[in-house]
């Protein structure tokens, strides 16, 4: 006979009745919207709060808004919305800058090779990475450069000054990331190295960019980088903020690839030594494919924070997507109460996009490279 | 057959140029060969260049007058000032913006990081919205947002709107009530500060009593029972009045101090969870009152007041299942111990010696704003943008932090019986701190750097009077600069060391 223990049950817990409801969206909402009373109340601040902020939202971009084709004088009504009408009419301003529209065909191609080109080498399935790579990283970039400046094969020669929009907004971002790669890499490798002298080179670069704002080292670029070079050279103005980028994004690419490289397994180094393989093999081959790849995810949101940044270069002066924008709204033919809401939304939108789909594609990358075998 | 033994005689001789160390002394040297060269060729180049412009280097032009405007600053400013003043100027511009910043996007991004773990799906989805919209947006857009297309698109002075507390809000920004202490108001504020440490040493004193004895002082009990009973009764007369608003009746203090005192007596009795779900809904129901109608206009009053009522009850509902029945005792926290020294003793003493703390309204004159505090746009626009972009990053980091801690804590520390508050006080928030920390640091340093994109929009911070005018005027570039990446220097390499301090302390000790 078992011993009669207090907190023992001794007979049968009564069956349940069955639950009335085993899904569809009225338990969904018991569940997710009304499970307590302080989570009901939550809920209809959060109703509340909806209620008073989209409909004018709502109103501003769509409802009220006029439509590309309208006219300046339905956006100087009283209470109109976006006037989207500006944006369409100063669509080509936004996106080329004051580039001459019967060339507006060479940055096209520049942005149809870009695509046909990043497509294929951003997806994981695609085939000739290497010769992908290879256009990418370099042929690309002296195309695109010819293509845009001219002055070559009998294109007209098209000077930076008249470069800008959104053009200009890739160019930088672009070169900036291409550039930096190799730099942010070497660094993050002296980094790591047992040198002291290299070591603290790197170190001190590393840090004093990470430590400043971009703005001051684009100033800077546009301000010393002329007085450093030989007397009587001349820098162009766009090159001189690509040279502050690139150095800039360089250093936080370099801290991106340490967390890579401090992630491999010594076992990783040791077994590229022992296979006998000189340091730059052992890296090559080794290690830094294997860390690169970890670190994938860091690098396109490096790569994000760099998007962003480039808007920074309409303070030196240069007009990328942002400059472009907020020079138009002062464009009095379109002057109207929302028009420089409009423009700000619209660039605030494109950035947007880009933005957005490049963090997607880093959560996608993490996903797919998390193999599981994590402790 | 003999073993060959490799391990000992002398070393086999290799050629040194295989020599590891030997290899890596010739790299280093050359390294270094190659930056001092390059370094040489930057200075040559630099002092070649400045002797074609006729320039001179040096310091010495700090002590020079500035003679140039700045239109908000906070230490006294004249057009006699010299350039080291304005260079202080700035930075204090500079610092004053980082740290308002950081208090408001501190207090968004935990409020939308923890919102965005709601269990409740609505809260989450709107957190996360915010933060996918704004954290992909350049900050120096939204600044931009804030400053051309909602800040300058404010009524002219003469139709400012009226916000309540007589803040003012126009074109030329927010004017503000100026606070203006007498001379016995600091003795509040050293009152104020003194409470507040003793607060603190009683609450630190009562909760390691608790923790050796497993209960709190008699003494402790004691006082808090009467300090229970004070804010008890504050808090009433402060419902009262509130409700006072709706049945106009309840406003007058003779009938609200009764009320209050009823309310005292309750909460001696069992009856006491229904004085705090009382005071919670009548709160709720005044301050929804309020708002409600001022958000939607064209919804009619009575539909809006039930409104309201039915939120204030069910904050009611809640607080009622909160409030423990018992009264004080010595097992729970007196929480309205240190709130009555806080609060209370300042608050007694401000009345006791005749201390004054005026308020200066802003008066609009003939064309402007006399009198206040007048919050330049560019200033409001800038701790607007800077607060909510890096909410959003916040938000991420505090989000993570929390998901860091296992489900297995959770589930520990409700095996123990913990309650959800205590459950997140005492075991999951002191773990996700030493997460969440290292990154939220690095973000305050993030929102000082961007508080240098003020140049942008003209609010007079470090990099726009330096960087900016001061350099333009007198063309010395590289003093300048590097001044300026000096200040941003020091402030980074501070941080850094705060973080190393603290991770120092807060590390694991691992086996």
């Not at chain 1, 007979?11 to 069955?18: C, I, L, R």
């Not at chain 1, 109703?47 to 084709?69: K, Q, S, T």
């Not at chain 2, 800040?151 to 139709?159: F, T, W």
């Not at chain 2, 916040?394 to 297995?408: T, W, Y």
Request: some cysteine; hydrophobic content about 55%.
């Amino acid at each position: 006979m078992a011993m009669d223990f207090g907190y023992v049950r001794k007979d049968f817990v009564p069956a349940k009745a069955a639950p009335g409801r085993t899904g569809g969206p009225i338990l969904w909402a018991q569940k997710n919207l009304f499970s307590t009373p302080a989570n009901t109340l939550i809920t209809v601040i959060g109703l509340l709060f909806l209620a008073w902020a989209v409909p004018p939202i709502y109103n501003f971009l769509l409802g009220h808004a006029v439509m590309p084709g309208g006219t300046v004088e339905e956006c100087r009504l009283e209470g109109a919305g976006a006037c989207w009408a500006y944006i369409h009419a100063r669509f080509n301003f936004f996106i080329y800058g004051f580039y001459p529209i019967e060339e507006y065909w060479r940055p096209n191609i520049v942005f149809v090779l870009l695509a046909a080109l990043i497509i294929p080498l951003l997806t994981p399935s695609a085939p000739f990475k290497r010769i992908n790579a290879l256009l990418f990283f370099i042929v690309f970039p002296i195309v695109s450069f010819y293509l845009l400046n001219g002055g070559v094969f009998g294109l007209r020669y098209v000077p930076t000054e008249q470069w800008g929009g959104l053009m200009v907004t890739l160019i930088i971002s672009l070169v900036g990331i291409i550039c930096s790669f190799p730099i942010g890499v070497l660094l993050a490798l002296g980094r790591q190295s047992k040198l002291p002298i290299i070591k603290t080179l790197c170190v001190m670069f590393i840090e004093l960019w990470r430590a400043v704002p971009l703005i001051s080292v684009l100033f800077m670029a546009s301000i010393m980088l002329p007085l450093f070079m030989p007397a009587g050279t001349s820098v162009d103005k766009l090159l001189r903020a690509l040279v502050g980028v690139t150095l800039f994004t360089s250093a936080y690419l370099a801290e991106v690839v340490r967390g890579g490289l401090q992630a491999l397994p010594r076992g990783q180094y040791e077994a590229a030594a022992s296979l006998g393989l000189g340091y730059w093999k052992r890296m090559y081959f080794v290690v830094l494919p294997q860390a690169l790849k970890h670190v994938i995810p860091g690098i396109v949101n490096s790569f994000i924070a760099l998007f962003k940044d480039t808007s920074l270069v309409s303070i030196v002066g240069i007009f990328d997507l942002l400059n472009t924008v907020q020079a138009a709204s002062s464009d009095i033919d379109w002057a109207s109460p929302t028009q420089a809401v409009t423009g700000y939304v619209f660039a605030a939108f494109v950035f947007w996009i880009f933005c957005f789909a490049m963090s997607r594609y880093s959560l996608w990358m993490e996903r797919r490279l998390d193999t599981g075998h994590k402790r | 057959m003999a073993v060959h033994d490799n391990f000992s005689g002398p070393a086999p001789r290799t050629s040194l140029l295989n020599d590891p160390v030997f290899r890596g002394v010739i790299y280093q040297l050359l390294v270094v060969f190659l930056v001092v060269g390059f370094l040489g060729w930057i200075v040559l180049n630099t002092a070649q260049n400045l002797a074609i412009q006729n320039k001179t280097t040096g310091f010495d032009f700090l002590f020079r007058t500035a003679g140039f405007d700045i239109g908000f600053s906070l230490i006294p400013w004249s057009r006699a000032s010299l350039y080291w003043e304005a260079f202080l100027a700035g930075l204090l511009n500079t610092l004053l913006a980082a740290v308002i910043g950081i208090f408001f996007a501190t207090i968004i991004g935990f409020s939308l990081g923890i919102a965005r773990l709601s269990s409740n799906w609505l809260i989450a989805r709107v957190a996360t919205v915010y933060i996918e919209t704004i954290r992909n947006i350049p900050l120096l857009l939204q600044l931009f947002f804030w400053y051309f297309a909602v800040l300058k698109a404010m009524p002219a002075v003469r139709d400012s709107f009226l916000l309540p507390l007589g803040v003012y809000v126009n074109l030329r920004g927010i004017m503000v009530p100026k606070p203006l202490p007498d001379h016995e108001f600091t003795w509040v504020a050293v009152a104020f500060v003194v409470c507040l440490l003793a607060a603190i040493a009683i609450g630190v004193w009562a909760t390691r009593q608790r923790t050796r004895t497993g209960r709190y002082p008699a003494s402790i009990v004691a006082s808090a029972r009467i300090a229970n009973a004070v804010v008890t009764f504050a808090l009433g007369f402060i419902a009262f009045i509130a409700l006072g608003q709706v049945i106009p009746t309840l406003a007058t203090p003779m009938v609200a101090a009764a009320g209050a005192l009823v309310l005292v007596g309750i909460s001696f009795t069992p009856y006491r969870p229904f004085v705090g779900a009382f005071i919670a809904a009548v709160l709720a129901f005044t301050v929804t009152g309020f708002l409600l109608p001022g958000m939607f206009s064209s919804v009619p009053p009575a539909i809006l007041l039930l409104v309201a009522a039915a939120i204030g009850l069910t904050v009611g509902w809640i607080m009622l299942e909160r409030i423990g029945r018992t009264p004080v005792d010595a097992s729970k926290f007196p929480v309205a111990l240190p709130i009555l020294v806080v609060v209370g003793i300042p608050l007694a003493l401000y009345y006791l010696i005749g201390a004054e703390l005026a308020f200066e309204v802003p008066v609009l004159q003939r064309f402007n704003f006399q009198g206040g505090l007048q919050l330049p746009p560019e200033f409001v626009a800038l701790v607007f943008g800077l607060s909510i972009y890096t909410a959003a990053f916040i938000a991420e980091n505090v989000r993570g932090g929390i998901r860091a801690v296992s489900h297995g804590q959770t589930e520990a520390a409700q095996s123990l019986g913990l309650k959800d508050g205590d459950r997140l006080r005492l075991v999951i928030i002191p773990q996700a701190m030493r997460v969440i920390v290292p990154p939220l640091t690095s973000q305050y340093l993030n929102l000082t750097k961007n508080s240098s994109l003020g140049a942008a929009i003209g609010y007079a911070e470090l990099v726009n009077v330096f960087m900016g005018t001061t350099l333009n005027q007198t063309g010395k570039a590289i003093e300048v600069v590097a001044l300026t990446m000096a200040v941003y220097l020091t402030i980074s390499l501070l941080t850094s060391a705060f973080m190393n301090w603290y991770n120092g302390r807060v590390a694991l000790v691992e086996r």
